[in-house]
């Protein structure tokens, strides 16, 4: 298999969650297959998450955001781990991408229709945790993940996005949660 250089995302604030587990699990999975591997703790990242103008007015981004777009760039392979929180994903994250997922970064709109998807070539896996069973959420509430899948990475052009959800976190039992660090970890050393 061909080393890939693969960038990994933990979007939970609190970095001493299950996500960061998992995210540890990943990276410790695809280093041990030869990847080249970056990762970001969300709870690391010093920058400001609100739009004061919304788009009318791009911000200067921070230079953890600027390393946060060079990861991106860099990345043959994007990984993000997140909790679910009502049904999304953390303000704090949400943030991040409002202010790095940027005309001529992620995307460039034409003048009348249509727009180039600039991160084309990427591949994404996207790792959900939630208090709930997933069938379950999505029966209540519809799909969750639509935000993060389609109408953010795939928007960009980042293709094909695996998507994982797993539900009941919080009742986990220590063999369960055993099974699930090791299916990641299988996934960080295929890049998958």
């Known amino acids: ?69 060079e990861d991106i760039r860099w990345a043959d392979h994007f990984v993000l781990l997140y909790p679910t929180w009502w049904s999304s994903m953390p303000a704090l994250l949400k943030g991040l991408f409002d202010r790095v997922w940027l005309p001529g970064f992620a995307f460039h709109f034409h003048p009348h229709l249509g727009w180039d998807k600039l991160l084309k070539g990427k591949t994404g896996r996207v790792v959900v945790t939630m208090d709930s069973w997933p069938m379950v959420s999505r029966i209540l509430f519809g799909d969750s993940t639509n935000e993060i899948g389609r109408a953010i990475l795939g928007f960009s052009g980042i293709h094909p996005i695996r998507i994982k959800k797993i539900g009941n976190v919080k009742h986990l039992s220590d063999d369960d949660k055993k099974q699930w660090y090791q299916k990641v970890h299988t996934w960080g050393q295929k890049a998958k």
């Open 1 to 69: 298999m061909k080393s890939k250089n693969i960038f990994i995302l933990m979007g939970n604030p609190d970095a001493e969650s299950t996500c960061g587990q998992l995210a540890t699990a990943y990276e410790n999975g695809a280093r041990a297959s030869g990847h080249e591997v970056r990762r970001t703790n969300l709870s690391n990242i010093t920058f400001d998450p609100i739009l004061h103008k919304g788009y009318k007015v791009i911000q200067e981004l921070e230079p953890d955001l600027k390393k946060f777009q």
